[in-house]
């Protein structure tokens, strides 16, 4: 159905290799505890955008990234 536009990972860390901006868009466990600090010196960028509410805005932040997720009351951006 995708041919070849799409690419399969083995990691989220392998997925944001050279990213500007992680999206999460799921709630699956193996999303719930990323390393932080790998998931950044993998990225070129720093953003975080959390579809599903599953991270803490203040720990992103304090972790480096800039974080915008959706429907939260907190969601005020930085």
């Not at 972790?63 to 005020?76: E, H, I, N, V």
Request: glycine content about 4%; aromatic content about 16%; overall charge negative.
């Amino acid at each position: 159905m995708f041919n070849d536009d799409l690419t399969y990972c083995k990691s989220p860390y392998e997925t944001c290799e050279k990213a500007d901006l992680c999206i999460l868009v799921t709630e699956w466990n193996q999303y719930r505890m990323l390393d932080f600090a790998w998931l950044k010196e993998t990225m070129v960028g720093n953003a975080f955008l959390d579809c599903r509410n599953v991270y803490d805005r203040e720990h992103l932040e304090k972790s480096g990234f800039k974080y915008d997720c959706f429907g939260r009351a907190d969601q005020t951006t930085t």
